[in-house]
């Protein structure tokens, strides 16, 4: 099995998807949806508005899970300021060796940038 698509409940779902486009520099595959918003390639990106339900059980907002890869977690953040994309502090060194930086995406969804480590090839 291979990981296709991840889901992201929002509450604005224009909004999400220009950050997403905008901001992260993933590709609409396709604008013809107007209840749904994909992103990127296999694995792709679902961007859905939370109905009712969602939103009673507070799944829009909380940390994703969503990591995005980054070549540079250091500079990062002052490129996400410029854009006026709040982050959650320095990003950190992991024991492993990568750098992970969290930051918020519209409708307050946390995803993670993460720098993996340099391997020597």
């Given at each position: 099995m291979q990981l296709s698509t991840v889901r992201v409940l929002?509450?604005?779902?224009?909004?999400?998807?220009?950050?997403?486009?905008d901001i992260v520099g993933l590709a609409r595959i396709?604008?013809?949806?107007?209840d749904f918003a994909m992103l990127g390639d296999r694995p792709g990106i679902r961007l859905e508005p939370a109905g009712d339900a969602a939103q009673d059980?507070?799944?829009?907002?909380p940390f994703t899970g969503l990591s995005l890869a980054t070549h540079n977690a250091v500079t990062?953040?002052?490129?996400?300021?410029?854009?006026?994309?709040p982050t959650h502090g320095r990003p950190p060194r992991?024991?492993?060796?990568?750098?992970?930086?969290?930051?918020d995406a519209p409708s307050g969804n946390?995803?993670?940038?993460?720098?993996?480590?340099?391997?020597?090839d």
């Open positions: 929002v509450h604005d779902l224009p909004a999400a998807a220009r950050f997403y486009e396709d604008n013809s949806f107007p059980q507070d799944l829009v907002g990062l953040p002052a490129e996400l300021a410029r854009k006026s994309v992991q024991a492993w060796c990568g750098t992970l930086l969290h930051a946390t995803i993670t940038f993460v720098e993996l480590p340099q391997t020597a």
